[in-house]
């Protein structure tokens, strides 16, 4: 195992004026991408760059190399890294096309127009394109991932003059909601339709879907639970209310078999306008609580302070409750079983037993 130092590195800013939206890992390849706007055209388009991983920790950050340099990604056009099917999507509101590329060495593959297409969802294998919708039906289309040839095309029966709550697609399941209307699951190749009554399925502000067990997760109100696609409540949690009311999914971890989810949440230690959270471990089958970090407990100390600094090697020390406050996102090591979180202060913290 490579030895761990805490030391910085270096920055993946390149230039003064860049700001970096967003990273993504690519395990293809063993590479960092980077999602980025730039003050000197208003922040306005995306610029992504990949740059492999073993350059970043001997500090070469100018030796990777822009992707997709052919696309213009001025706002709204986007950039998505599907790691499931090993693709990325790609979105230039000025030419009006989807592109699809392979994430093991960014080929094009194909091209999508965009013409009435309101939305794409992603899905193992396949991609759900949203059309604008009529007053009685919205046309909906599949696709194959891999070369984009239409695999179905029909048109969902709609409630007149309700709006769409949600439309997702999850392998043949197509998951509809409408406002003050049922909760419906249509497999979409039995064309066999389930309909949970509204006052037990409300809609969430956000969906995980957990493919290895054909479940899926929900969030309302900082409440989760657990969901089949035959309509039936799985799991409800017994202590996770979590700490943001918008289901920030930076703030929350599903591990890799899917068996539990670690999440920022509200603190029963602190008062209920304060600003220190706890760190929950649940089960997702049972929605029991087996583990939590909270700024109370007596078994937690940050590391012993040597002439007014930390014994670790870190310019900044931080008290227990103070790297309780404000996180912004949450990562779980499994490798090392450690649990990292960043606060809105830039702070990176290291939770270890």
């Known amino acids: 195992m490579r030895e761990v130092t805490n030391k910085r590195i270096g920055f993946l800013n390149l230039s003064p004026d860049e700001v970096i939206r967003s990273l993504f890992y690519n395990k293809n390849n063993d590479s960092l991408i980077t999602v980025s706007v730039y003050a000197s055209d208003n922040f306005s388009t995306l610029k992504c760059r990949t740059t492999p991983v073993e350059y970043i920790r001997r500090n070469q950050l100018d030796a990777g190399f822009p992707l997709f340099e052919s696309e213009s990604l001025k706002w709204p056009g986007f950039v998505e890294f599907?790691?499931?099917?090993?693709?990325?999507?790609?979105?230039s509101a000025q030419d009006g096309i989807y592109k699809v590329f392979d994430l093991k060495n960014y080929y094009f593959l194909y091209s999508i127009p965009d013409e009435n297409v309101q939305e794409i969802k992603i899905s193992p294998g396949i991609m759900l394109l949203i059309y604008d919708r009529t007053p009685s039906y919205v046309p909906l289309k599949i696709l194959s991932i891999e070369d984009g040839k239409q695999l179905k095309f029909f048109k969902h029966l709609l409630h007149r003059n309700k709006k769409i709550d949600?439309?997702?697609?999850?392998?043949?399941?197509?998951?509809?909601?409408?406002?003050?209307?049922?909760f419906q699951i249509l497999d979409v190749r039995s064309s066999?339709?389930?309909?949970?009554?509204?006052?037990?399925?409300?809609?969430?502000?956000?969906?995980?879907?957990?493919?290895?067990?054909?479940?899926?997760?929900?969030?309302?109100?900082?409440?989760?639970?657990?969901?089949?696609?035959?309509?039936?409540?799985?799991?409800?949690?017994?202590?996770?209310?979590?700490?943001?009311?918008?289901?920030s999914t930076n703030n929350i971890y599903i591990t890799s078999d899917q068996d539990l989810i670690i999440s920022y949440c509200k603190s029963e230690a602190v008062a209920e306008d304060g600003t220190v959270g706890s760190i929950n471990m649940s089960e997702i089958m049972t929605g029991k609580c087996i583990a939590k970090i909270t700024a109370n407990d007596p078994a937690l100390s940050a590391p012993p302070r040597r002439n007014g600094r930390s014994k670790r090697r870190s310019s900044v020390w931080s008290t227990v409750p103070e790297a309780l406050e404000d996180v912004t996102a949450l990562f779980y090591d499994e490798?090392?079983?450690?649990?990292?979180?960043?606060?809105?202060?830039g702070l990176v913290h290291v939770w270890s037993n």
């Not at 599907?82 to 979105?91: P, R």
């Not at 949600?166 to 003050?180: A, C, R, S």
């Open 82 to 91: 599907d790691d499931v099917n090993g693709k990325v999507l790609t979105y």
């Open 335 to 345: 490798d090392r079983n450690e649990i990292y979180t960043g606060n809105s202060h």
């Open 166 to 182: 949600f439309i997702e697609q999850f392998n043949e399941k197509l998951l509809v909601k409408q406002e003050d209307e049922n």
């Open 192 to 247: 066999e339709l389930i309909e949970v009554n509204v006052s037990k399925f409300m809609t969430p502000s956000a969906f995980i879907f957990l493919y290895e067990n054909n479940l899926f997760l929900t969030f309302r109100n900082r409440t989760v639970a657990v969901w089949n696609f035959r309509g039936d409540l799985v799991t409800s949690f017994e202590d996770h209310l979590l700490w943001h009311h918008d289901c």
